[in-house]
Nanobody, 115 residues
Framework: VQLLESGGGLVQPGGSLRLSCAASGSISSLNVMGWFRQAPGKQRELVASITSGGITNYADSVKGRFTASRDSAKNTVYLQMNSLKPEDTAVYYC??????????WGKGTLVTVSA
């Protein structure tokens, strides 16, 4: 399984970005897909996840601002990020997990929120 993120960049506080993660390879084995982020000097943390059935889960810090979605036909998951804050600045990683718990990771895309 290969995961390729795109959509990161520089945005002003209050702005929006949409991240995409395209999956290729043995994608039929994937169950939960999601987004993690890691800010400088901090541990990687879960931002949002979405199951193959469309059930979503969000970190408290992004609830109401971020939305995860999944297009099975395109083997792609998205993270719509609105009302961005400087504390959202981080490298965002796409993650995919099989029912047996095997994790796959993308290389990450940098999101910088700054005036």
């Amino acid at each position: 399984v290969q995961l390729l993120e795109s959509g990161g960049g520089l945005v002003q506080p209050g702005g929006s970005l949409r991240l995409s993660c395209a999956a290729s390879g043995s994608i039929s084995s994937l169950n939960v897909m999601g987004w993690f982020r890691q800010a400088p000097g901090k541990q990687r943390e879960l931002v949002a996840s979405i199951t193959s059935g469309g059930i979503t889960n969000y970190a408290d810090s992004v609830k109401g601002r971020f939305t995860a979605s999944r297009d099975s036909a395109k083997n792609t998951v998205y993270l719509q990020m609105n009302s961005l804050k400087p504390e959202d600045t981080a490298v965002y990683y796409c993650n995919a997990k099989t029912p047996l718990g095997t994790n796959y990771w993308g290389k990450g895309t940098l999101v910088t929120v700054s005036a």
